[in-house]
């Protein structure tokens, strides 16, 4: 079993849709969770950061985790064109090495 | 602004030869990672290093070798490469006792034919 699923789509939703990209994860002692978002032929960026449970808002995105059924979550409001990309989880789960979920790739059509 | 840089966007490599990605990063990071990204994949750690002429071995190291000799520098090493290779390589680096906020580069498509 992998340490984190996430599946890798593609979505395609219209523009000024709710988005909600999802992993699950295997190991509780996790504590820390971010989402990278990637453009093609780039890098990835760090988007959110979430320690623990709950959630974090940041303009349209919102970071929810939920760690009793190892489920974490990135909502995207009023998504747009410029949204497209490949949306990666990450958490941490010893020392400073991440580990990734495959990465959901993401379409927002104009 | 921070960044890191890998020297190549694209290299195309011939079976056999021994390549060299580099990587450099102005951040004062004591962290450095190498992965390779691979379409349903994802991420998959190679190597990492912690400090100067320290490295570890990550998830997948078997056909490869790193250096870092310098703390901005961290270099991969294909000793023979094969077409299995072929992917897309990213670094990052991170501040020592983080557990976010990797920076990445930009990547190098690597073709091996």
């Known amino acids: 079993q992998k340490e984190v699923e996430q599946d890798p789509g593609p979505l395609s939703v219209p523009e000024g849709a709710i988005v909600s990209l999802n992993c699950t994860y295997s190991?509780?002692?996790?504590?820390?969770f971010m989402w990278y978002r990637q453009y093609s032929r780039k890098g990835p960026e760090l988007l959110m950061y979430t320690y623990s449970s709950g959630n974090k808002e940041d303009g349209r995105f919102t970071a929810q985790v939920d760690k009793s059924s190892k489920y974490i979550s990135l909502f995207i409001r009023d998504s747009q064109p410029s949204d497209s990309a490949t949306y990666l989880c990450a958490t941490t789960p010893y020392g400073n090495k991440l580990v990734f979920g495959a990465g959901t790739i993401l379409r927002v059509k104009s | 602004d921070v960044k890191v840089t890998q020297s190549s966007r694209y290299l195309v490599k011939r079976t056999g030869e021994k390549v060299f990605l580099e990587c450099v990063q102005d951040?004062?990071?004591?962290?450095m990672f190498w992965y390779r990204q691979d379409p349903g994949l994802g991420l998959r750690l190679i190597y990492f290093s912690y400090d100067v002429k320290m490295k570890e071995k990550g998830d997948i190291p078997e056909g490869y070798s790193v250096s870092r000799e310098k703390k901005e520098r961290f270099s991969l090493i294909l000793e023979s490469a094969s077409t299995n290779q072929t992917s897309m390589y990213l670094c990052?680096?991170?501040?020592?006792?983080?557990?976010?906020?990797?920076?990445f580069g930009s990547g190098t498509r690597l073709t091996v034919v």
């Open positions: 951040m004062d990071h004591e962290n």
């Open positions: 990052a680096s991170s501040l020592l006792g983080t557990d976010y906020g990797y920076t």
């Open positions: 190991n509780s002692a996790f504590q820390y």
